[in-house]
């Protein structure tokens, strides 16, 4: 079996044929010999076997267009193959007739005009194979005794004894029809490709789709209309919608209108349904409907939000997971308790790294709508021209650089969940105007779209900034502000609950010792103090990475100043400070040296006071005078 495949009407030009094929290297491409019906009769066998362009010409070439499914390529006859056949008749002194299907000999006559003869010609068009005998017979009854065309028509023509020149084609002729064919074959490889990928596409969507032509006969119908209907696609496809559909949505399909939203009742179903006109160069040739079951709408929309949380937008931690021993934490914790078990908006202010997030997470998993989305977004990581998409969403097309497909914002992710915005301060003056709609409205539009979206969230929204500063400065609007702020939390800094550090520090020190596989045990009195008396700016953020650090320099089971300090360029004024002292000694001395060097050392350092050396070396000081001036 070819793809291509050549209907010779008569043997040269299956010859000709034969050596294009073999010069071009054809390898899918096939020719036979077949006249007329005998032609059709291969043609169909042909393409029985998966033969997808037939090639012929003449009156062959008329029959197979008529009775083929598949593309028909024509050869061609040029002005070239008429010339040359012309050539053999011009000098005739009898009259001549070309016989033929208007598509071999149609403009001969003029051609004979422009060349200029005196031999007398008459053009004689056939319509079908049966008619060829009756129209040469006719000529013969006028005298005519020379005939010019087609492969029947010498057949003929010479069947009455009368002579016959043969209207041939071109190898160029017949290349020609060939290049067209592949263009036929991949332009019908390429429609088929797209003609399955489309059938799949519509099978695979979880909407149905059904379409009607413009005489209301149904044209596409879905596996997901088949089961909302409770009709096979083969018994509905090309009937006429009202025929097989009786109720509203054959109404609305037919009216060729646009419909959005329609609730309708398919038999116990409710389904949701979309519809449109389908038009081509203005006019409307039909119209196409999609549709959902309302009830598995709703399956879905559950399954997307566990979807959500799956994907990361949970709340990870709970007030259990805040440490503290200080009044001021407490309190500020009981605070956000009693606000957790209302969905107003709150605001939390706080220096950097207090734990506002920590602070959110907790509130979302002590409210009602735990089971809900958490959606966090840190308005100061994000560039001012991204927000608004970050916040809103967007559909295709909506501004340069959108992706493709539709973008839902924090606020429709967060649906049924919080959204906690961080850095509030940064959302840019234009934008938080939007904001304040949606807080009053409870309602998103995205970017590019004309649709309204209805939103349930509770928003929280943090900001190490006093925001009451920035409204009087004009940097932030105060309607928003007084929107926001309805409950307010502030969260101490680490500065102000110092009782707090030692708690927080055996946490890190767990935490870290853990991670890094480290077996430490106690943190010194002298390192303890030092992170006492230190300034946190980046308070417990900034204690994190304190400890974390010092973890990673331990050797031992003890964590020592020398770990814990943060400033190495201030080191030895720590050491002073919190009375750490080194002794160095090289290895391999005797235990006596030993002493003997520390005795001196402990002196050293206590100015040779020999009453506090000899407190600390635990000995009298009629001992210590004699070690020391031991010979």
């Not at 006559?109 to 017979?137: C, F, H, M, N, P």
């Not at 160029?172 to 074959?185: G, K, Q, T």
């Not at 332009?187 to 003609?195: I, L, Q």
């Not at 943060?566 to 006596?592: R, T």
Request: aromatic share 8%; charged share 30%; glycine share 6%.
């Amino acid at each position: 079996m070819k793809d291509i495949v050549i209907i010779a009407p008569y043997k040269n030009l299956y010859d000709l044929s034969k050596e294009v094929i073999e010069e071009q290297n054809y390898e899918n491409i096939d020719v036979v010999i077949g006249d007329l019906n005998d032609g059709l009769k291969i043609a169909k066998h042909e393409v029985d076997l998966g033969t997808r362009v037939i090639i012929s010409r003449g009156g062959t070439y008329n029959l197979l267009k008529a009775n083929l499914s598949i593309p028909v390529v024509e050869i061609k006859l040029t002005a070239f193959d008429i010339l040359r056949s012309y050539g053999e008749i011009k000098d005739y002194k009898t009259k001549i007739a070309i016989v033929g299907y208007k598509n071999v000999i149609y403009g001969y006559d003029e051609l004979k005009t422009i060349l200029g003869t005196q031999t007398s010609t008459t053009e004689i068009y056939i319509e079908e194979e049966e008619t060829v005998e009756s129209r040469i017979a006719d000529c013969i009854s006028q005298g005519i005794k020379i005939f010019v065309g087609d492969n029947i028509v010498c057949r003929t023509a010479e069947k009455f004894g009368c002579k016959s020149y043969l209207i041939t084609s071109t190898k160029d002729s017949i290349l020609s029809s060939i290049e067209e064919a592949i263009r036929i074959l991949e332009a019908s490889r390429f429609e088929k490709e797209m003609t399955e990928r489309l059938s799949t596409l519509i099978d695979s969507v979880h909407d149905g789709v059904m379409s009607i032509d413009k005489d209301d006969r149904i044209t596409v119908f879905n596996s997901i209309a088949q089961k909302i209907f409770n009709l096979k696609r083969e018994d509905v496809i090309g009937k006429r919608i009202t025929d097989v559909i009786d109720n509203d949505v054959s109404d609305i399909l037919t009216s060729k209108s646009t419909k959005i939203g329609e609730i309708i009742k398919v038999g116990k179903t409710k389904i949701n349904l979309n519809s449109v006109p389908l038009t081509a160069n203005n006019k409307t040739i039909g119209a196409m409907a999609t549709f959902q079951d309302i009830t598995e709408l709703q399956d879905l929309e559950k399954r997307i939000r566990i979807k959500l949380l799956e994907s990361g937008f949970v709340a990870k931690y709970s007030f259990d997971d805040i440490i503290y021993k200080s009044t001021k934490m407490k309190a500020c914790i009981d605070k956000a308790k009693k606000f957790s078990n209302y969905h107003t908006s709150i605001l939390i202010e706080g220096q950097s790294g207090v734990g506002k997030e920590l602070f959110a997470q907790s509130i979302h998993n002590y409210s009602d709508l735990r089971n809900g989305p958490f959606v966090a977004l840190n308005c100061a990581a994000i560039q001012p021209s991204l927000i608004e998409s970050e916040l809103f969403g967007y559909v295709e097309g909506a501004f340069t650089g959108a992706k493709k497909g539709v973008k839902a914002g924090v606020f429709e992710l967060a649906h049924g969940g919080t959204v906690f915005l961080d850095e509030i301060a940064e959302i840019p003056m234009d934008l938080q105007g939007r904001f304040l709609r949606v807080l009053q409205e409870k309602e998103v539009m995205r970017i590019g779209d004309d649709k309204v979206i209805p939103i349930d969230v509770r928003i929280i929204s943090a900001s190490n900034k006093k925001l009451r500063e920035l409204v009087k400065e004009g940097k932030f609007r105060s309607d928003l502000y007084y929107r926001i702020g309805i409950l307010k939390i502030n969260i101490p800094s680490l500065n102000e609950r110092k009782e707090d550090i030692i708690l927080l520090t055996e946490h890190f020190i767990k935490k870290f010792a853990k991670l890094y596989s480290k077996k430490i045990k106690k943190i010194s009195d002298s390192s303890l103090e030092y992170l006492m008396d230190y300034d946190y700016e980046g308070n417990v953020r900034e204690l994190e990475g304190i400890v974390e650090k010092a973890v990673i320099l331990c050797e031992g089971d003890e964590i020592n100043i020398e770990d814990i300090i943060v400033d190495d360029e201030n080191i030895n004024q720590a050491i002073e400070k919190y009375n750490i002292h080194y002794f160095n000694i090289d290895y391999g001395v005797s235990l006596k040296k030993l002493n003997e060097e520390y005795i001196k050392y402990v002196l050293s350092k206590e100015n040779n006071n020999y009453k506090r050396a000899s407190e600390i070396l635990e000995i009298d000081r009629s001992t210590l005078w004699r070690r020391i001036n031991k010979k």
